[in-house]
């Protein structure tokens, strides 16, 4: 795998732990992640590491390969659609990602 590709692959766990982290916060009132968010962030990051398509980039929603359960894609799809009008600020580049 290419440094480029592992940064990558570094960023998509990073957002994604803040959307989960976001989600558990305003739904849970958690600071830190209750144990059905940790249980998607794992899931979540399991699928990221074993992607056939991390080196094209693609993103779930477009991707030819639907590797979450039908359980999982749901409870994400809340995740998603609830953060969706948020703007986060990324903690470690100061930039806004757009959900």
């Known amino acids: 795998m290419t ?11 990073s957002s994604t732990e803040s959307i989960i982290s976001v989600y558990c916060r305003k739904n849970h009132g958690r600071t830190d992640l209750c144990g059905e968010c940790r ?3 794992d899931y ?8 056939r398509n ?3 980039r693609t993103r ?5 390969t639907h590797c979450y359960s039908s359980e999982m894609d749901m409870r994400m799809s809340e995740v998603l659609n609830s953060c969706r009008p948020t703007i986060i600020l990324h903690p470690g580049r100061y930039r ?4």
Do not use: V
């Open 39 to 41: 249980e998607l962030r």
């Open 3 to 13: 440094s480029d590709t592992e940064q990558y692959i570094s960023e998509r766990k």
């Open 96 to 99: 806004r990602i757009y959900l």
């Open 44 to 51: 979540a990051f399991g699928r990221i590491d074993d992607c």
């Open 60 to 64: 779930c929603k477009g991707c030819p």
């Open 54 to 56: 991390n080196g094209c």
